[in-house]
């Protein structure tokens, strides 16, 4: 195993770090308010979390911090426990971080990391596609200068749209200008810093100008309350919770840091990246704040400006601490503005015409995207529920799919041998496919003497298929007929075949020709 060398911060990581810091603050206040929890555990999420990342982390680059997926499934988790923002509500979430951060850890440390990717790509994709609308659909309020309620985010976006005269259009052209400032930022350079022109802009409107639209509000400018005075009794209640957002709130950083590593030829473990997740999450409970995940965006602006070394997550979770002193300034900033800041970042997880090609390639997977997509629309807010749901259609229709091999049939009257050949997957859901088609063909050739199962065109056989083998072997026998079984190249089959049948049985052929 080739020793990793050691990873020294370089001047690069303080810039990129510092940069990060200036996308990070707007944003963590931002996904704060989608979680449901008070804007200032939002940059209490932004502190520890990703100086804890960057003791553990396989990436050189992803930045670890509040991101908009996993700020809504701690609220579809949290909100039927409690009222969002309230004191229950802030201790149940550090509670649901906590259960993240140890599965993680816990998977990682046993170097299970690749459990991480069970989820198939069109249940993710369905998933991240109806979650992106929701997200949306909850910013439509305070976008055109409404309180905002957590819960029900289709019908309040179709009721602030129903009432036009309630509309302030001093937060619509907050929140138009931040889209703009943020869109228009990306064109010029990746680095410009679209997203504090547009809180600086907004903050002088708010506290200045006579703004009449909801504000942040007041943020206290202590440091979090260190420690783990949880609610234990209810950890029962966010285990399932939990584990949804373990394996589903790791996908988009896997993807971001793989990508990276490909692209660098550069290694990355799984299994380090789930250690350094779970323990940016154990941190973010530590200091009572909420689930936390890899922000592609800020992973990107890191590149970006120099960074090549995880450390500069940990500088910019220092930046952030230091900022904590200077809050207070943004109370005066309009939530119109961070709706802004959540609709440009989700923006582009909306995928409705990759949705839609997937039916191109297989109807079977398409049906399972979309009805993942449709469930989540449907189950809002318990969209936890809704991946769980499409999980088990993905394994349902992967299941389904693998039972269905195919089987050559070749018939020589003159010898009287019947030869079957699979084309698939033996296991326990497919070997009796195998039983059922012998016995079709017995019926129609019913003077064949001999028969040959050739399994060299089988991609994988499992103990199950191996069994069933040998009882059709018995029964085939016992009907007077001789049967031979022709391994196929994978070695772990022929193991199996020649443990079941013995070492030197007639009955495994090496040979196909005798």
């Known amino acids: 195993m080739t020793q990793r060398p050691a990873v020294r911060p370089q001047w690069g990581d303080l810039v990129a770090g510092l940069s990060v810091a200036l996308v990070l603050i707007p944003q963590s206040l931002a996904y704060a308010e989608l979680a449901g929890m008070p804007p200032v555990y939002g940059l209490y999420a932004a502190i520890l979390p990703p100086i804890a990342a960057a003791f553990f982390a396989s990436s050189p680059y992803l930045q670890t911090g509040p991101v908009a997926i996993t700020s809504m499934l701690t609220l579809a988790a949290l909100s039927g426990l409690a009222p969002p923002a309230s004191a229950d509500y802030v201790a149940l979430a550090a509670l649901l971080a906590l259960t993240v951060g140890a599965l993680r850890l816990a998977i990682g440390a046993a170097g299970a990391g690749f459990v991480a990717f ?6 993710m994709m369905g998933f991240s596609s109806a979650a992106a609308l929701l997200i949306l659909a909850s910013q439509l309020p305070p976008l055109l200068g409404l309180e905002a309620m957590p819960g029900e985010e289709i019908s309040r976006a179709l009721a602030a749209l129903a009432r036009p005269g309630e509309w302030s259009l001093a937060a619509l052209g907050c929140g138009i200008g931040t889209l703009a400032a943020i869109g228009g930022g990306r064109r010029l350079h990746v680095l410009f810093p679209g997203v504090l022109v547009a ?24 440091l979090p309350p260190w420690g783990f005075d949880l609610a234990w009794g209810r950890a029962r209640e966010l285990l399932v919770p939990g584990l949804v957002i373990a394996f589903v709130g790791f996908a988009e950083p896997a993807a971001i840091a793989r990508t990276l590593a490909t692209q660098d030829r550069s290694p990355w473990s799984a299994n380090r990246e789930l250690m350094g997740q779970g323990a940016a999450n154990i941190a973010a409970a530590l200091s009572h704040a909420f689930p936390v995940g890899g922000s592609f965006s800020r992973t990107m602006v890191n590149r970006t400006a120099g960074g090549r070394t995880r450390w500069s997550g940990a500088v910019a979770g220092l ?48 049906f399972v995207a979309w009805s993942t997509f449709g469930l989540t629309l449907w189950l809002a807010p318990r969209i936890d529920v809704a991946v769980g749901i499409g999980i088990v259609l993905g394994i349902a229709v992967h299941l389904w799919r693998e039972r269905r091999i195919h089987i050559g049939v070749h018939y020589e009257p003159a010898a009287g041998e019947l030869r ?16 059922e088609k012998l016995l079709d063909e017995l019926v129609r050739h019913p003077e064949a003497k001999r028969v040959i199962f050739d399994l060299r065109r089988v991609g994988r056989i499992d103990y199950t298929g191996v069994m069933v083998f040998q009882r059709i072997v018995a029964d085939a026998q016992a009907a007077g007929l001789a049967v031979h079984i022709v391994p196929g190249d994978p070695p772990q089959g022929e193991r199996l075949l020649r443990r079941v049948f013995g070492e030197d049985s007639p009955v495994i052929l090496r040979d196909p020709a005798r």
């Open 319 to 366: 930046a952030v601490l230091a900022f904590l002193p200077c809050a207070p300034v943004l109370a005066a900033l309009p939530k119109a503005v961070l709706a802004g800041v959540i609709i440009a970042s989700v923006l582009k997880l909306v995928r409705l015409r990759a949705l839609w090609r997937i039916g191109e390639v297989s109807r079977a997977q398409a």
């Open 420 to 435: 079957l050949v699979p084309v698939g997957v033996l296991y326990f859901g497919s070997a009796n496919v195998v039983d």
């Open 199 to 222: 809180v600086a802009v907004g903050v002088l409107i708010g506290r200045y100008a006579d703004y009449g639209a909801p504000l942040v509000g007041a943020i206290p400018r202590e």
């Open 118 to 123: 069970l989820m198939s790509q069109p249940v």
